[in-house]
């Protein structure tokens, strides 16, 4: 399954990411997620950043179990 959305990039930036995509014989829309994916895959990977997250995944279940009494 997959979803659509629509991303606004600055004009520079996208004729950069089309120029890369064109070099690697691959479509924008790969390029994106490859970028993606690669992001994803260095923020995981970042221990500061996973210590927020699960900082605010508990404050959240903390409001979420408020909400629910």
């Known amino acids: 399954m997959t ?9 520079e930036l996208a004729a950069e990411a089309e120029a890369v995509a064109r070099v690697k014989d691959m479509s924008l829309n790969s390029v994106i997620i490859a970028s993606l994916q690669a992001e994803i895959q260095r ?10 997250a699960k900082k605010l995944i508990e404050r959240d279940k903390e ?7």
């Open 3 to 11: 979803k659509q959305t629509t991303v606004r990039i600055p004009d």
């Open 43 to 52: 923020v995981k990977a970042d221990g500061d950043f996973t210590a927020r």
């Open 63 to 69: 409001l979420l179990e408020r909400l629910a009494r």
